[in-house]
């Protein structure tokens, strides 16, 4: 009797990709292939990663890197055979600046996020004024937290550090990963690491700098093969890595154009609806969407699990991408961009100088920028019209780089409640929605809401999942199978 090892995935994000490829690749390493269906709403994959090409200029519209100290990205591009496509940044301006009073001022060398690792740095930066640097000193002797459980960035950065060092660097550094509220952001989600300097050294200063001796360097330093920079892409953009995979997967069948309504059990099978009303079984559904669109989805069959996903809070961002004669830029661009304290009550999150950070993105003697807007802090900015907004970004820009030439052409990104705000408490949810997944044999969840929002953290998930489902299916087939006379 032939089993059946029906999976549909649906979204085909980097999220459902990386489980379909994933599967595709257990099922050639059994010899017991899946029957895998992907369902995407809309006509192109990628979902937010998408890179464009114009007049010579390259556009990431979502991510336009990934980090290498996480491996999973790297690893993935290995398996397809991109591993070569993979780029670094330029190696001659690693460097960021935080925007303040009117100047671009640049990140301490060694300073990691919240904290600095690289004490004569620290002492030299005219980011900070000699009492904030008195202050940040203070937090070698402040003793650890006494009470276990989650705690927001915002009052970790403001406990160790001040509230200077959180309102003028550690939140436009988060902000611009998360674009998030500090306030609100899970430390146990977001930086783990930092709640692991304090539990193990004490401080947070001291954990970085004796790291450092010991020389306890990320991963992707420490590998034997090449040494990768912090950020990396793709030669022809981000896009190149959710082409790879969808190019390497003939065998499975692509629903464009059809998004999913609702999923239930039925005779330990699930029946998956589309809008157009047809409807699909399978032996597994997993589900690779934002939590709040999962949520409608399993709105009938399991309203408690939906509630849960309907729990986790999402922002909105916009991107801005603009491409310049290199000559009507002033600033020099010696650097990979900047970022802006939101306390400022300036009206962008930070820009990117692209075409410095990456090699080719934009034809020589011109260059492009990138700016992001919104967030948890800025949503009156994305509120705005595309008019609005760009009128907004380009009269920021002329601020910070003295920029008075209208770019060559602008292209404006939105992306509507796309990212994920892991609030205090969110591993909690987590492991109640995990828990509450477990009454559903045969239903999977992945997307950026659970393990970390990053391309990596994305893939990653997706691949572990992709485990349990070919480990679910394999358990069910050794069943007996009852006989029904
Ligand atoms: C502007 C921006 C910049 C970012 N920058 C970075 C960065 O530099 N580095 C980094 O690592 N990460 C970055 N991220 C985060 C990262 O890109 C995302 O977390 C990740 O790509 C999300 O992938 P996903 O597949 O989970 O979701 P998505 O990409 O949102 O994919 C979900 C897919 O599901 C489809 N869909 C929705 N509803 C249905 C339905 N009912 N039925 C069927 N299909 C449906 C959608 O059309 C979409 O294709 C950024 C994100 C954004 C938005």
Redesign the pocket.
Known sequence: MKISRKVVI???????LAAVYRLKELGQKTGQPFEIVL????SR?????ESRAQDGFLLE???????SEKPAARELSDRLGIASEIIGTNNKFRRSFIYKKGKLIPIPEGYYLIAPSRISAFLMTPLLNWGTKFRVGCELFISKRKSAGDESVGGFVRRRFGETTLQEIAQPMIGGIYTADPEFLSLETTLPQFLDLERQYGSVIRGLITRKRLRLKPAAQTASGPRYSLFLSFREGMESLTRSISAQLPEVTFRMN????EVWPHSGKWKIAFRHREVLEADVVCI???AF?AAP?LSRAAPDLSRDLENVPYES?A?INLAYKRSDIPHPLNGFGFVVPAITGRKIVACSFSSVKFAGRAPRDMALLRV?AGGALHREVYAMDDKALERTVLEELRHYLGIKAPPLFSSI?R?PN??PQYRVGHLELMKTVQSKLAAFPGLYL???AYRG????D?IKWSELTAESIAQFLEERERLPVLEVP
């Open positions: 649906v979204g085909g994000g980097i999220s459902g369902a995407e709403a809309t994959l990628g979902g937010v990663i519209g979502g991510p336009d890197s990934f980090i059809a998004p999913v309504a690779a969407l934002s669109q989805l961002v991107t992001f990104k992306y796309t990212m992945v997307g950026n929002i990053g391309v990596p994305c």
